[in-house]
Structure formats: structure tokens, C-alpha cells
């Protein structure tokens, strides 16, 4: 079992660029949600897809979204990247129904 | 609206001694609650989780939490401490719908040889 896998691992772009950030669930999972990790601070939760819909959304502005595919893969976009977007972002995987989350090892974002 | 707070940004203990990182919550109801770990450059590890059954929990690398509902506390402790334990923890708890998860914003564990 793979577990949660994300790519790319670290990625640098520019102020104003988008970017497109990809995550592979647990096998047998079919919800994913995604985090924003900023540097030493907690992960801070952007919302959740299932069954292909946003389920939840946190305090994120409309410049995040995200898709969930027929396979229960999913992307996070970003547009008109900011610095303050620079952070660590973490897709994790759960069955649905099930609080219990399984982290992949995250897409590190370096915004200049 | 759920919240959690961890007591401590950083305790240092000395290999073989206790371990004890404080989490305290705040929610409307009765919540699950969770303890992640994070290596540094590793992902997010669960270590044990609270669903309204047995309120002392026990977690995986001999950690285990108590969850008192009188004192909004869910404090992680180990009887000795390992320097493989040196890492950051996080306390979380669900939010209002469930679906999503409310962290702490740390605890960076120090081991001390």
C-alpha cells in the first residue's frame, strides 16, 4: 500500500503565477482534504472533497480551489500566487465518514 | 467554534525520563480528538485518537493520552522518553461538521542524550 502520495515534493514559482499541486489517496479512501502549513504553526485546513464535490471549505479565499477525479485523486490550485502563500501543503486521505486522517509527506511551496 | 491550545511551544526532557505535552480543547460538543506526530522532512503520523469510548487512550511508540472532559484536557504523556521522540506534536480536534480537523499549533519535543 503507497499510502497518500503528493507531487511535486517542493516547488518554486513566482508572485502572480498559479500552480497546481496533486495528491493520490490511500487506497480504499475516497475523501481528501487539503492543509496549509505555514512555518511553525499548525496545519490550517482548506477544505475537503468527496465523491468528486467540495464538501467543506475553511477560511481560504476563492484563489484556492481544488477538483476531486472519478478515481478520488485530487489537485489543489493556487491563483495569483502571493508570498504569504510560501508554506507547506498537506493532502490527507480518510474513508468516508471517518475523522481519521492519513497524511502524505506534503508539496513544500517556495512563493518569490 | 472547536479551538485547541497547547500549552508549551517547546519542552525539553532527558532520554529515559516522562514525558508529558499539555493539550487543552474547547468545543460545543463532545469531539474526537487526535495526537499527530511530525518528524522533520517526514509526514504527519498518527498516534492515537479519542472517540467517546475508553477515555485513557494508548497510542502507538508507547504514548498514551487521557481525555478529561471536566478539565477540556487531552494531555499526551510516555513513561520514558527515547531520543527517536525528539519531533513536533500536534493536538487536534474535530471541527463543527466533522469533517475537518482543528490543529494546535505545536509542541517541539527536545530529548536530551
Known amino acids: 500500500d503507497a499510502g497518500v502520495t503528493q507531487s511535486p515534493t517542493h516547488l518554486i514559482k513566482t508572485r502572480g503565477q498559479q500552480v497546481t499541486l496533486r495528491c493520490s489517496p490511500k487506497?480504499?479512501?475516497?475523501?481528501v482534504s487539503w492543509y496549509q502549513q505555514a512555518l511553525g504553526q499548525g496545519p490550517q485546513f482548506i477544505f475537503q472533497?468527496?465523491?468528486?464535490?467540495?464538501?467543506q471549505r475553511g477560511n481560504f479565499p476563492d484563489r484556492f480551489s481544488g477538483h476531486q477525479f472519478p478515481n478520488y485523486s485530487s489537485e489543489l490550485n493556487v491563483n495569483a500566487l502571493l508570498l504569504g502563500d510560501s508554506a507547506l501543503y498537506l493532502c490527507?486521505?480518510?474513508?468516508?465518514?471517518?475523522?481519521?486522517?492519513?497524511f502524505g509527506q506534503g508539496t513544500r511551496l517556495t512563493v518569490v | 467554534a472547536q479551538s485547541v491550545t497547547q500549552l508549551d511551544s517547546h519542552v525539553s526532557v532527558s532520554e529515559g525520563t516522562p514525558v508529558l505535552l499539555r493539550c487543552n480543547y474547547s468545543?460545543?460538543?463532545?469531539?474526537?480528538l487526535f495526537w499527530y506526530v511530525q518528524h522533520p522532512n517526514k509526514g504527519l503520523q498518527l498516534l492515537l485518537k479519542?472517540?467517546?469510548?475508553a477515555t485513557l487512550v494508548k497510542g502507538i511508540n508507547g504514548f498514551e493520552a487521557e481525555f478529561k472532559k471536566s478539565e477540556t484536557s487531552f494531555h499526551l504523556t510516555k513513561p520514558s522518553a527515547h531520543m527517536s521522540d525528539a519531533a513536533e506534536y500536534f493536538c487536534?480536534?474535530?471541527?463543527?461538521?466533522?469533517?475537518?480537523?482543528?490543529w494546535g499549533a505545536g509542541t517541539k519535543l527536545i530529548i536530551k542524550p
Open positions: 490527507a486521505s480518510s474513508p468516508g465518514g471517518h475523522t481519521e486522517a492519513f
Open positions: 487506497s480504499g479512501h475516497d475523501t
Open positions: 472533497y468527496y465523491e468528486e464535490e467540495e464538501r
Open positions: 468545543s460545543s460538543y463532545s469531539p474526537s
Open positions: 479519542y472517540t467517546s469510548a
Open positions: 487536534v480536534v474535530t471541527g463543527d461538521s466533522n469533517y475537518q480537523l482543528i
